[in-house]
């Protein structure tokens, strides 16, 4: 087995393709979309390389790939949190402890030569990457963006000396078929006792005027959650560029008060997971029409973002947003809801699930480890 460097975009493709080819087997993990892994990971193209160093390795056996990590020093993150501590992510092999041991020391090593004195993953860049290594779920479908494993990475991770930093845990929600009318009730009374208002688009370029706002409020109300970095304004650009064109309105609810200013919005989207295991992650040349094929038939669908201004934060504005998207699921015939990742110890959120049938069926995992020097 030989460790090796990624230097070249030849290598950076290889190191993406490895997942591909690792998974393609696996009929519950869903792939990336392959140009989007590209753009994240190239310096050229990912703003948060202003404010990150990373290196990429992988793991070879007789010239075929057996297994790749990253590093990533996310310098904002460290002087937010007072903390020296570097990541690993992107983190794939085969089940073979020699092999992920070595590419865990691999970083470890590099870590400490960049002042480092602990490591902490799986995290990507930012909290908008994929996070936590999957602990419970493996026989679940994944959904598009969230990270997915097979069930002997915990223990492989565990065995290098990596112990719990944080969970995520995740819901499948039943819906009824009907507009629930406690949450319609609430939201009615809300709405009215606040002066606040639902934001009524008929196109999704029409969300684009309040592309930055949204993303401000993001950053806002998930300042002091685990992982989190508030995102630059390269960074919103970029997100707005690369997501706002698949936004489909109705699955976006936007609360306003009375000045017109975002209260609280929630992005939500009907599943991809099945589409995109069709077309392998690539849109191009034929796979988008995976995609529209999917909108018709769709019965699922996923929760991306949720947040809630943080003066307006305990006063049923939660409730605006639940009844909006209940409608447009009962409208398009939406039989089960993915929550996605939520810290098991934010409770608030979890707490607007006791409406409807549910089961926790995930729980994903960040790890650390102290490097002695």
């Not at 990373?54 to 075929?64: L, N, Q, R, V």
């Not at 959120?349 to 995992?365: D, L, S, Y």
Request: net charge positive; with cysteine.
């Amino acid at each position: 087995m030989q460790i090796r460097e990624v230097t070249t975009l030849y290598e950076l493709k290889r190191f993406i393709s490895f997942q591909y080819s690792l998974y393609r087997h696996n009929r519950y993990w869903v792939p990336p979309p392959y140009t989007d892994e590209v753009n994240s990971l190239r310096k050229d193209k990912n703003p948060a390389f202003d404010f990150c160093d990373a290196k990429y390795w992988i793991a070879e056996k007789d010239g075929t790939i057996v297994g790749r990590i990253a590093g990533i020093v996310n310098k904002r993150y460290n002087e937010k949190w007072n903390v020296k501590t570097a990541r690993f992510g992107w983190f794939d092999f085969i089940d073979d402890a020699d092999i992920s041991s070595a590419l865990l020391e691999t970083v470890e090593q590099w870590a400490k030569e960049q002042g480092m004195t602990s490591l902490h993953g799986p995290l990507g860049f930012t909290d908008m990457d994929g996070e936590g290594a999957l602990v419970e779920g493996f026989e679940e479908l994944s959904t598009l963006g969230a990270l997915y494993n097979y069930p002997y990475y915990p223990g492989h991770i565990e065995q290098a000396g990596y112990v719990k930093d944080a969970d995520w845990i995740e819901y499948e929600v039943t819906m009824s078929g009907v507009v629930n009318e406690e949450i319609q009730r609430i939201a009615g009374i809300v709405l009215e006792r606040y002066n606040l208002h639902v934001l009524r688009v008929r196109k999704a370029k029409e969300l684009l005027s309040y592309g930055k706002e949204i993303f401000q409020l993001l950053n806002q109300s998930y300042k002091d959650l685990y992982g989190f970095v508030e995102l630059t304004d390269k960074q919103i650009d970029l997100y707005i560029k690369q997501y706002f064109g698949f936004i489909l309105p109705g699955y976006v609810p936007v609360v306003l008060d009375r000045s017109g200013a975002i209260v609280a919005f929630g992005i939500t989207m009907p599943s991809m997971s099945r589409a995109f295991q069709k077309n392998k992650g690539r849109l191009l040349p034929f796979g988008f029409l995976h995609v529209l094929l999917a909108l018709r038939q769709i019965t699922r669908a996923d929760l991306y973002l949720t947040a809630v201004r943080p003066d307006m934060q305990n006063k049923g504005v939660n409730a605006i947003l639940m009844h909006e998207v209940d409608k447009t699921f009962v409208k398009n015939h939406i039989e089960k809801v993915e929550t996605n990742r939520e810290l098991e110890t934010n409770s608030k959120v979890q707490a607007q699930w006791k409406f409807f049938e549910k089961r926790q069926h995930k729980r994903r995992r960040s790890y650390k480890k102290e490097l002695n020097r």
